[in-house]
């Protein structure tokens, strides 16, 4: 199959030709499955076939255009084929594009521009080490780090965190289908209530709260009967992504930072999703005031896709013994170009500065689904935004409703994603330089989806 290419600048809006998919779309779809993985996800709710896409744009084979607010599962930091980071990708290729944990000007640079982020109380302390691809093998390199540093071998994790799909990384996930059908995982995990206050795990409200999840997890840490060996590592998000995007309350934050410092247990924060500027700061902990002493980092790193992964450790951890964690592909240079070249493209062009002032857009527009009965909450930090569907009075989740959004706005011409509890979240991850034109018509987009199939009783 071959597709004519057009030229992105005539892309200003959404344009939707007929039924989804598209017959070109069709035909791939059915190739896929029959020749794919029955555990393929991405395309079973966004029925299209891409051909093509820049910033915050795609186009798929049959000429549709849509706004694109899944971002590569928040990938692409920058939207798609930002053309500086294309130039330095393709320069980076005709030189070096692979190098193992060899140092390299490339890798050097990278290093140099992660560090640079950092508050500068961690700047000189934190060491870097390069891992396999994918977040969930940095979740894994965490996990071993700590274990090896504090001999001890039991992980705090908390309930409704995603950590990644790995043998390990999925053992400190709290969603129990997808563990459900793998026998004998990782032992030693023990999960505790995040918080979560709309559906607070201990059944308390939100005016009554007095962060009683993080009471448990010190009473149970501190308590010689607690059940719980005193842990290698307290593994956490600041912003649970997968889990239906809620962000921690300040105070559970805190306190869990100060049960762990007091009792020699090191904290593990996961910014696989909410790091690289996507929270409005570079790594979210900034605005919890913590100083974590693990921090997993990946998906945006290149800010172009190109896949890379890391962990940022104090370096009083740093116990490993040589190749006590490897990659093949740990020295993608390609991804240590791109990424030195989008933390300069996201200072330079103070970037942050339009995630915080989009966030407060989002926050702004999405306000009119409040009062919607089947609108249980709307919540977000920076570029990332969800709204939650529950059913009126008894509040179960109206994961119905929620797909019936998701396929409304993508027949208009927007692309979003499902999360959380039974998937009855509609999720948003806009690349971080969205202009407000483009979340304005995202937004409208999406609140009309909402009223529309609510209004018609999904």
Known sequence: MTVQLTDPATWTGPRIHGDLPGPRSAELLARQQQRESNARTYPRRIPIALAEAS????????????????AGAGVLSLGHSHPALVATAARQLGSLAHGLDFPTPAKDAFVEAQLSMLPPALRDRMKVHMCGPTGANAVDAAVKLCKTATGRGDIVSFQGAFHGSSHAAMAL??????????????????????????????????????TNCATLLERSLRDGN????????????????????????PEFVTRVREITRELGIPLVVDEVQTGCGRT?????????????????????????????????YDERLDTWAPGAHT????GNQLAFAAGAEAVRIIHDEDVLANVRARG????????????????????????????????????????????AVQQHAL????????????????????PLNVTEDVVDTACTILVSAV???TAAGR
């Open 327 to 330: 990659g093949t592909f740990r």
């Open 226 to 249: 607690g059940g719980v060996a005193a842990p290698a590592a307290v593994v956490m998000e600041l912003v649970q992504g997968e889990g239906g995007v809620i962000p921690a309350r």
């Open 411 to 430: 027949r208009h011409g927007l692309i979003v994603e499902l999360g959380g509890r039974d998937d009855c979240v509609v999720r948003m991850l806009p």
């Open 55 to 70: 910033g915050p744009w795609v186009r798929d084979v049959d000429g549709n255009v849509f706004i694109d607010f899944l």
């Open 173 to 210: 996930t709290g969603l129990v289908a997808q563990k459900q059908p793998v026998s004998n995982g990782m032992p030693g995990t023990h999960f505790f209530p995040y918080s979560y206050c709309s559906r607070c795990p201990l059944a308390l409200s939100p005016e009554t709260c007095e």
């Open 280 to 312: 409005g700061t570079w790594f979210a902990f900034e605005q919890y005031g913590i100083e974590p002493d693990v921090i997993v980092a990946s998906k945006a790193l290149s800010g172009i896709g190109t896949p890379v992964a890391m962990i940022l």
């Open 360 to 403: 407060a857009q989002f926050a702004d527009r999405l306000g009119a689904l409040r009062s919607c009965p089947w609108v249980r909450e709307v919540r977000g930090l920076g570029l990332m935004w969800g709204v939650e569907l529950a059913v009126p009075g008894d509040g179960r989740p109206a994961s119905a409703l929620a797909a």
């Open 451 to 453: 009223e529309e199939c």
